[in-house]
């Protein structure tokens, strides 16, 4: 089956280490994100990846990195800097990131909880 | 800047009911998609429906149904005889076709937590 998977779905983090998101999708697709979903806000956007070997910031980079060395592979590390780690993580993906008509698939989430 | 607002935080219905989810947005762009998405328990966001700003016309497939507005910048949907099984959270987005700093991202509304009981 083709779709988007997400590990570990929970994940808890003491204060101050890194983690890290895995991400892995097998639609083929060029575009991959990464957002953060907190109760009340809805979804916001924190990297995204319009192809291989290249990412962009979205609305909420701060305390996060990503990688982008395989199609099928986008993980997200959550560092120490980032103040308030708690939430829900989505990844996504889709066909192309310039075609703004096509909608973009999403993974399971993982919940991070810091102790 | 664009901008989705779901106003209704949280609808309660009885099954069968009708329930009406409202969404309005705003941005400066003339060309611009709108899609609708369902969150259920598990997590996993579900693509709903996509509509671009230059096609009006309502959209129904089965209990669903859209009714999009350009004069209201509204997006509506509407779930007809609602089952349990609609019970999620439901998100509307905005997508904007070219230009600028948002182009090819999707902006979301804060999101419409529906429970149906039954």
């Known amino acids: 089956d083709g779709g988007i998977t997400q590990s570990p779905k929970y994940l808890f983090r003491k204060e101050g280490q890194n983690v890290t998101l895995s991400c892995e999708q097998n639609?083929?697709?060029?575009?991959m994100y990464w957002y953060r979903q907190d109760p009340g806000q809805g979804l916001r956007l924190i990297y995204y990846?319009?192809?291989?070997?290249?990412?962009q910031k979205g609305d909420i980079a701060e305390g996060y990195s990503v990688s982008r060395e395989k199609k099928e592979s986008f993980p997200l590390t959550v560092t120490s800097a980032q103040k308030n780690p708690t939430a829900f993580y989505l990844c996504?993906?889709?066909?192309?990131?310039?075609?703004?008509?096509?909608?973009?698939?999403f993974g399971p989430g993982t919940r991070l909880t810091v102790l | 800047a664009q901008k989705v607002t779901q106003a209704q935080t949280e609808i309660s219905v009885v099954e069968k009911e009708d329930v009406t989810l409202d969404c309005v947005y705003e941005?400066?762009?003339?060309?611009?998609?709108l899609f609708w998405y369902k969150q259920p328990p598990s997590g996993e966001l579900v693509f709903l429906i996509r509509?671009?700003?230059?096609?009006?016309q309502n959209e129904i497939s089965g209990r669903y149904s859209w009714n999009f507005q350009k004069s209201t910048s509204s997006f509506n949907f509407t779930i007809t005889a609602s089952q349990v099984v609609d019970s999620a959270v439901y998100f509307c987005?905005?997508?904007?076709?070219?230009?600028?700093?948002?182009?090819?991202?999707?902006?979301f509304g804060q999101g419409t937590i529906l429970t149906v009981h039954p």
């Open positions: 941005t400066r762009d003339t060309t611009y998609y």
């Open positions: 987005a905005l997508s904007l076709r070219a230009g600028g700093t948002s182009y090819g991202k999707l902006t």
């Open positions: 996504a993906s889709s066909i192309s990131f310039g075609m703004s008509y096509n909608e973009q698939f």
């Open positions: 639609l083929n697709h060029d575009a």
């Open positions: 990846s319009q192809i291989v070997n290249d990412f």
């Open positions: 509509r671009n700003s230059f096609d009006e």
